[in-house]
């Protein structure tokens, strides 16, 4: 391996916490050891980490992209300090890490039109949306269906262990980089995919590989991007008027996405959002909805449930609050209800006031707490069928219970 010396770029926490962005369910090949994230991004292992005022990045390159025979010795291959004339090192950075807007004037905007927003946000500050490849995001969004974070990570490393280039060792480790839609397309992939625990999605993400190989001309996927977010080394180019549901260049993503096996409305969105650069996409999954009802008044009259039209209202709700970014403030609020950050949001507890364990509508589902009242705490009870968006099994319809629990007012 070559394996260049640490760098430094100036950055604050609020304008980017790699903690919260690189496990908020964006991307789902990061391993993070001690304080280092690592991942096989473009022909190199990129490791990351930071402290309050900077991020550090090292890059480490393989001679060669062959298997060997034998595990590696564990001692670290000879660093070198000087960075070569073409290393594109620091613009992948800069571009995969999506830092050209400025965070801090964003999270100022949306807190500016939004209470809920201004309330949870200064807990969850620095959250980017990652400029990923296409393809990577199609895989890991067929890959989540009814799954959670870590599971879906764990099937990210299998296809890439055993489908992608391998591009170097950390230590004893080594690191697979994406397979090709190429790779996937062959008709045994299907079956190995099943036997190494992917279930139905083996299908989906054999049949979607085919789709692109041989139903669509080469560079089809990228070339749904937003021209405002293009492929790295690309020019930057208009992307057309806001609309209530989105710039028409958005609108022809999600609906030719959704031709694609396995790639329902929240999936579609989440590529538009996360790997083909569309901001105002919102995906809308069990999270999405609770905090639709909880906080923005959505789940009573024509809206009672979630089908297509309140999925496609919940969307344009958020879109005219928010604008062509509505997907980015959408995640911010997203990572806010997912179970593995509800410590930020937990409330100091005292004499009058009893923290309940609501009961979860997903793998990440936050913690809520409730007041004591007089002698009793009221719990309201929600349970979502889950028959209607494809990749989540659910249609939304919601029915409730209210239950009394008797509760001792704590003694002073």
Same mark, same amino acid.
């Given at each position: 391996m070559r394996t260049y010396a640490w760098r430094k770029l100036p950055m604050s926490l609020?304008?980017?916490?790699?903690? %919260?962005?690189?496990?908020?369910?964006?991307?789902?090949?990061?391993?993070?050891?001690?304080? %280092?994230?690592?991942?096989?991004?473009?022909?190199? /292992?990129?490791?990351?980490?930071?402290?309050?005022?900077?991020? +550090? +990045?090292?890059?480490?390159?393989? !001679?060669? &992209?062959?298997?060997?025979?034998?595990?590696?010795?564990?001692?670290? #291959?000879?660093? /070198?300090?000087?960075?070569? !004339?073409?290393?594109?090192?620091?613009?992948?950075?800069?571009? +995969?890490?999506?830092l050209r807007p400025d965070l801090t004037k964003l999270y100022e905007q949306w807190s500016n039109v939004d209470a809920n927003f201004k309330k949870k946000a200064p807990r969850?500050?620095?959250?980017?949306? &990652?400029?990923?490849d296409a393809w990577e995001a199609l895989v890991g969004f067929i890959c989540s269906s009814n799954n959670n974070i870590i599971r879906i990570s764990q099937m990210m490393e299998k296809l890439c262990s055993h489908y992608g280039p391998l591009v170097g060792y950390i230590g004893v480790t080594p690191y697979h980089d994406m397979p090709s839609p190429i790779i996937l397309a062959d008709p045994k992939v299907e079956s190995q995919l099943r036997q190494l625990g992917f279930g139905y999605r083996a299908k989906y993400l054999y049949q979607t590989a085919v789709q692109i190989c041989h139903g669509h001309d080469d560079g089809w996927l990228d070339n749904l991007r937003n021209p405002e977010s293009p492929i790295m080394g690309q020019k930057v180019a208009a992307a057309g008027e806001m609309q209530p549901g989105g710039r028409a260049g958005y609108r022809v993503a999600h609906e030719q996405l959704l031709a694609l096996q396995g790639v329902g409305p929240k999936v579609a969105d989440c590529v538009c959002l996360m790997g083909l650069g569309w901001g105002e996409a919102v995906p809308v999954d069990t999270h999405v909805w609770q905090i639709a009802q909880r906080d923005y008044k959505f789940g009573k009259g024509k809206h009672s449930s979630?089908?297509?039209?309140? +999925?496609?209202?919940?969307?344009?709700?958020?879109?005219?609050?928010?604008?062509?970014?509505?997907?980015?403030?959408?995640?911010?609020?997203?990572?806010?209800?997912?179970?593995?950050?509800?410590?930020?949001?937990?409330?100091?507890?005292?004499?009058? %006031?009893?923290?309940?364990?609501?009961?979860?509508?997903?793998?990440?589902?936050?913690?809520?707490?409730?007041?004591?009242?007089?002698?009793?705490?009221?719990?309201?009870?929600?349970?979502?069928?889950?028959?209607? &968006? !494809?990749?989540? #099994?659910?249609?939304?319809?919601?029915?409730?219970?209210?239950?009394?629990? #008797?509760?001792?007012?704590?003694?002073?």
């Open positions: 609020t304008e980017l916490c790699l903690d %919260t962005t690189l496990r908020c369910g964006q991307s789902f090949r990061w391993r993070k050891v001690e304080d %280092t994230w690592s991942c096989a991004l473009h022909g190199r /292992i990129l490791s990351l980490r930071q402290d309050a005022t900077h991020l +550090y +990045y090292q890059a480490s390159f393989s !001679e060669q &992209l062959v298997e060997p025979l034998t595990p590696p010795f564990s001692a670290p #291959g000879s660093k /070198i300090d000087s960075l070569p !004339e073409d290393d594109d090192t620091e613009a992948l950075i800069h571009h +995969y890490l999506n969850f500050a620095g959250v980017r949306i &990652l400029r990923q979630l089908t297509k039209a309140t +999925y496609d209202a919940v969307g344009d709700r958020f879109r005219s609050l928010w604008g062509k970014e509505a997907g980015w403030a959408h995640s911010v609020l997203f990572t806010a209800d997912l179970r593995v950050f509800s410590e930020r949001l937990s409330a100091k507890i005292d004499v009058d %006031t009893v923290k309940v364990e609501a009961e979860s509508l997903g793998p990440d589902a936050a913690a809520t707490s409730a007041p004591v009242i007089g002698t009793k705490i009221e719990i309201t009870e929600t349970k979502i069928k889950r028959e209607f &968006l !494809e990749e989540e #099994g659910h249609d939304g319809s919601v029915s409730s219970k209210t239950v009394s629990r #008797g509760k001792r007012r704590k003694k002073m």
